[in-house]
């Protein structure tokens, strides 16, 4: 809005011509450019010795008045804007919690179910049944059959993959839920070991780091961290990352 504008703006704010959206923006003008308020205060004066000059009706003090009523809502908004600045700043200046550096959730795809495979032992046919139907409870959002089926192969004396498997699975489903310690001990009680693939030993360990962040587990969480950098695979630059902040927050804390 151009100076010309805002004085023409002005003059029809005095007469009283300019609509309550017209007014907001004005002011917004003045709270960005106390000249144009003193601008403002200039036309407000004139006018009310304008008025007085050639006799109009109007009461000796209306311009007093209506100034002291503009000059009022100049000092309201000009407050809530000091507020909110205020309130911004506080909240900018607070420090950032540090499991904001975890991650929000973890991909349903990452579930897992179990291979196709024949089996004489009908245990862990029924263990791989199982694991197959929580996988497909899980990806139709159906978390509670999926836990309940997860929990279901463990307690079926599965094979040591079926039971990894199902352990890792729960605490995907958990981390997701917001249940943090429960998502530590399912990734935990894993035997790493058992893992071939390498990326699946990244994957789980990057698991187990965050949910122990979330879980408040620092220094643990940094250890965990620190060892899928090791890897130096898919996770390593993002937990490099993150066991910085850590470092920085145990440092900060002793």
């Not at 199982?130 to 836990?147: K, Q, T």
């Amino acid at each position: 809005m151009s100076k010309i504008e805002i004085t023409k703006k002005i003059d029809r704010y005095i007469r009283g011509d300019l609509k309550d959206s017209e007014i907001d923006e004005l002011w917004i003008e003045f709270l960005k450019n106390p000249e144009l308020y003193h601008l403002f205060e200039t036309e407000l004066l004139l006018k009310d010795l304008g008025n007085k000059k050639y006799g109009e009706a109007v009461p000796s003090d209306s311009g007093n008045s209506i100034f002291k009523t503009y000059k009022m809502q100049f000092f309201a908004f000009a407050a809530i804007i000091t507020l909110s600045f205020g309130i911004f700043m506080i909240t900018m200046l607070q420090p950032a919690d540090i499991r904001s550096f975890a991650i929000e959730s973890i991909h349903p795809d990452e579930i897992i179910g179990s291979d196709n495979f024949r089996s004489n032992e009908q245990n862990r046919l029924s263990s791989a049944l199982l694991l197959n139907r929580g996988l497909e409870a899980a990806l139709e959002n159906r978390i509670d059959d999926a836990v309940a089926l997860f929990d279901s192969v463990l307690t079926n004396d599965p094979g040591p993959l079926q039971q990894l498997r199902a352990h890792y699975n729960l605490g995907i489903l958990y981390y997701n839920n917001g249940q943090y310690q429960a998502s530590v001990e399912s990734f935990e009680i894993i035997d790493i070991n058992l893992v071939e693939q390498s990326y699946m030993k990244e994957k789980i360990m990057w698991f187990l780091g965050n949910a122990m962040l979330q879980n408040n587990q620092l220094k643990e969480s940094e250890e965990v961290f620190k060892r899928v950098v090791e890897m130096n695979a898919r996770y390593s630059e993002e937990a490099s990352k993150v066991a910085e902040q850590l470092q920085i927050e145990l440092q900060s804390q002793n």
